[in-house]
Structures are given as structure tokens and as C-alpha cells.
């Protein structure tokens, strides 16, 4: 099971995590006022994990309870948690950062609607 602070937000529906690129954030000389020539690494990027997924409920004010402990978690400030994936591999320090849904809500069977998570160490 997934979970952010112990809060399985997204495990009403399937989801996937993805991790965004790790590596050195490289700038050119030029934009840090060198001479043009070159490049400086300035160190680690910070590590992003997206979750990609859709909130399933079996009615309508059920959906919109999942929407709002997602958007509950969302703050002014991002405050720092342990992300755990569906396999239990965990990250510590990550910030909820950005979550956008797509789509329209999908009525049927089940109420649904697909989204995008994306967590940051900051």
C-alpha cells in the first residue's frame, strides 16, 4: 500500500510513482557572470517522485471526500513526509508540491477521476 505521512491518498484507484531525472544541476558561465566559457555544476537537483493515478469512489460526495484529503495535505508551507510506493520503497523529506487532475469526473459504475501528483525534496 502507498502512503504520504501514512495517509493512503491514493489508494482508492490504480497509481504509478515515477522518479523525475537525479543528477547535477549544470548552468552555463555566462549566466553566472563568467566569461562565457564552460559550464559550473551548483550540486544535486532535488529529487521529484510524480504519482500518476485516479481517485475511485462509489458515489459522488465519496469521490469528493478523497479530493479533499488530497487537497488537505497541500499547504501554504509544504511540510516534509515519508512517500512509500505500492512496493514499499520509501523516500523521507519529500513536500507535496503540485496535484492537477485531468479530465472530467467519470460517472458510471464508480465515480472517477484521473490525476497528477508530484512530490519534491526541497
Do not use: C
Not at 558561465?29 to 500518476?52: E, H, K, M, N, Y
Not at 471526500?65 to 513526509?81: E, H, I, K, S
Amino acid at each position: 500500500m502507498s502512503s504520504f505521512k501514512s495517509l493512503d491518498l491514493f489508494g482508492s484507484g490504480p497509481h504509478r510513482f515515477s522518479l523525475g531525472p537525479r543528477g547535477q544541476l549544470v548552468t552555463i558561465d555566462f549566466f553566472g557572470g563568467g566569461s562565457g566559457g564552460g559550464s559550473t555544476a551548483q550540486g544535486l537537483i532535488d529529487a521529484i517522485i510524480t504519482v500518476r493515478g485516479r481517485l475511485v469512489a462509489s458515489t459522488e460526495s465519496a469521490l469528493l471526500t478523497l479530493r479533499n484529503a488530497v487537497f488537505a495535505q497541500l499547504q501554504a508551507t509544504p511540510t516534509p513526509g515519508t512517500l512509500i510506493d505500492n512496493h514499499a520503497h520509501s523516500w523521507t523529506g519529500m513536500s507535496f508540491v503540485r496535484y492537477a487532475e485531468s479530465g472530467p469526473t467519470d460517472r458510471g459504475r464508480v465515480w472517477s477521476i484521473a490525476y497528477e501528483a508530484t512530490f519534491q525534496a526541497l
